[in-house]
């Protein structure tokens, strides 16, 4: 919110409406259509001096991360050529007519929402020197529960946040649609994927699938005469996004040893998928206590959410939820690096469950021998498991019966921590979202809220290009002014309980109001300011005022969560004060 009232502003003060301008800001899992086809027209470096990743999140020197953000861009789109030839060696391409992906790739301007958990405890422990429990602990625990916590990510594909995307017949090439998914999975599991995707997508004619054959006049006469409609996707953000590599045989990234991060990047670079200055891309990642001033992990799988209330707030809860599961399993001893084997086979066959329901594919194929003990546990609870025809050795899993699994193993192995954490209406929601997810899950509502102004009830219903469109007009203008909505009914809900602070006990609090709004209330103010502020409309001074109170708001998060966090350090040893105070200063522990 403050990032919009700000951006309001300035379009005021610098008179940008006068020239017919208008910055915004506002929350989309995709880049702009007519950016991807202008990234089809221009080299990458010119791309790269075009447009630039502005996320300094974290960051204190912003030409080091735009000179980062550069590398990215150069090895990404790289890297996704190097996947064409993974496509042929997987027997996906089956001759030597492909259509080559731009050198220029988009996909760093979709990387996502993150959402970094931490736990007071563990960073108490970092801090204290606890000789039980250092750097070598940390990563051990962290890796085990990062392989146990990526069983259940397909509770929040597509559930919780989204990314709907269509796709239309001429966009079917293997080696564009997969995106980085080479890089990601087995060959194996992407040979069944993209079977199972072909499948689905209506690509059909008198029985036989159909795939693009490369000149465009060609596949658009094709999708015309045979009626080819293509597909349309829960989650294509995933899928054009470099979500998570996949180890390689001598470097497993999770094994729980110290530096396999930084020995898988030097494998993957001398492969030309990665870099190792780059940040290790994975969907699940430590937060180390040395690096970052806490001990946690971060959510790197989220894309769009409806809402922020209603799909932020339980997501983030069930992550909180999964993660702590993963803690009590290894503290029980029902959980080690032995039962999830460090292998790349048993990586994809885990993820391919995600990203399968990315796509909205719905069977996956496990080895019915397979060595993952946490995996067999969950499939142990599914229903409508079978054996497979197509593939012997297999057993066809149908991914919502998976996802009703994984519920009922957390109300089974997670009870204490449900009643704990009072996530008992956060656990029934998500029931609710499974059962009915074309009106409860973010799909769901994303797609209805896409349609909600044409006269069509589906997506495959209107060509790629008018859906994309759409979506990016409903970003961009309904599904901002909710954000905003949800923001104003935070910030009244905080000036409140200010107001009432400052009232009773807190005279600086008291004169701080009083010198932002003199002789007014702040609860009214917001009240009163919140439908001109949604529109657009709010004036200058109002803008100044609403700004000047949210900063007021959240100067006060900062002290109270600062004062929590120096009771915890109230005990340390002195030779910890620094480090101590390094985390209250960066890290955003909960």
């Not at 094709?222 to 470099?242: E, N, Q």
């Not at 998928?273 to 994975?282: A, E, G, Q, R």
């Not at 300011?529 to 609403?546: P, V």
């Amino acid at each position: 919110m403050l990032s919009q009232l700000l951006v309001m502003y300035a379009n005021r003060r610098l008179g940008l409406g006068e020239s017919g301008q208008q910055a915004m800001v506002y929350f989309a899992p995709h880049p702009p259509v007519r950016q991807k086809q202008l990234n089809d027209c221009i080299s990458d470096a010119f791309y790269r001096d075009l447009f630039m990743s502005p996320c300094l999140s974290g960051w204190d020197n912003g030409e080091a991360k735009h000179d980062y953000m550069k590398l990215c861009h150069q090895v990404l789109s790289r890297s996704q050529l190097n996947a064409v030839a993974k496509l042929r060696e997987a027997g996906i391409i089956a001759n030597n007519l492909v259509v080559l992906p731009e050198l220029s790739n988009i996909s760093l301007a979709n990387n996502g929402t993150h959402v970094s958990l931490g736990s007071r405890k563990l960073t108490e422990a970092m801090r204290a020197g606890h000789p039980g429990f250092g750097c070598a602990e940390e990563k051990l625990i962290g890796d085990l529960t990062i392989k146990i916590v990526e069983h259940f990510l397909p509770l929040f594909v597509g559930t919780y946040s989204a990314a709907p995307y269509r796709l239309d017949f001429a966009d079917f090439h293997p080696e564009k649609v997969l995106g980085f998914l080479p890089h990601e999975l087995d060959y194996t599991h992407l040979r069944m994927i993209w079977r199972r995707w072909r499948k689905k997508a209506d690509l059909n004619f008198f029985g036989y699938r159909l795939t693009p054959f490369g000149p465009q006049w060609i596949d658009r006469l094709l999708s015309t005469v045979f009626r080819l409609r293509g597909d349309w996707v829960a989650d294509f953000r995933l899928i054009d996004y470099l979500a998570s590599v996949m180890s390689t045989e001598r470097s497993p990234a999770f094994d729980g040893s110290l530096g396999s991060g930084e020995r898988l990047k030097r494998d993957l670079a001398d492969l030309g998928i990665f870099d190792s200055k780059m940040s290790l891309y994975v969907l699940y990642r430590l937060r180390e206590f040395d690096k970052m001033g806490y001990t946690g992990f971060e959510g790197r799988y989220y894309s769009l959410f409806e809402s922020l209330s209603e799909d932020l707030v339980p997501a983030v809860g069930l992550q909180a939820l999964i993660t702590a599961l993963a803690f009590k399993y290894q503290a029980q001893g029902r959980m080690t690096h032995a039962h999830i084997p460090d292998e790349p086979f048993i990586e994809s066959e885990r993820r391919q469950i995600f990203f399968g329901a990315a796509i909205g594919i719905p069977t996956f194929f496990v080895r019915r021998n397979t060595t993952n003990e946490c995996l067999r546990t969950i499939l142990a609870r599914t229903k409508r498991t079978r054996a497979s025809r197509r593939y012997p050795g297999y057993l066809r899993v149908h991914n919502e019966d998976y996802q009703r699994a994984l519920v009922e193993t957390l109300l089974e192995d997670a009870a204490d921590l449900i009643e704990m954490f009072g996530l008992q209406e956060m656990l029934a929601d998500l029931k609710a979202r499974l059962d009915d997810p074309a009106d409860r899950s973010a799909t769901g509502k994303l797609v209805r809220g896409i349609l909600a102004d044409g006269k069509v009830r589906s997506p495959m219903q209107l060509p790629a290009e008018d859906f994309n469109m759409q979506a990016e007009h409903y970003y961009r203008d309904k599904l901002r002014r909710r954000h905003l909505a949800e923001a104003f009914e935070f910030l009244i809900e905080d000036l409140r309980a200010l107001e009432l602070e400052a009232m009773h006990f807190d005279g600086r609090l008291k004169q701080a109001l009083h010198d932002c709004l003199p002789n007014r209330g702040a609860t009214q103010l917001a009240i009163e300011l919140q439908a001109c502020a949604i529109a657009g409309d709010a004036s200058e001074e109002e803008l100044r005022r609403l700004i000047n109170l949210m900063l007021l708001s959240i100067h006060q998060d900062l002290q109270a969560s600062e004062k929590m966090l120096a009771m915890d350090n109230r005990n340390l040893p002195e030779r910890n004060q620094h480090a101590g105070s390094h985390a209250i200063n960066t890290a955003p522990v909960c």
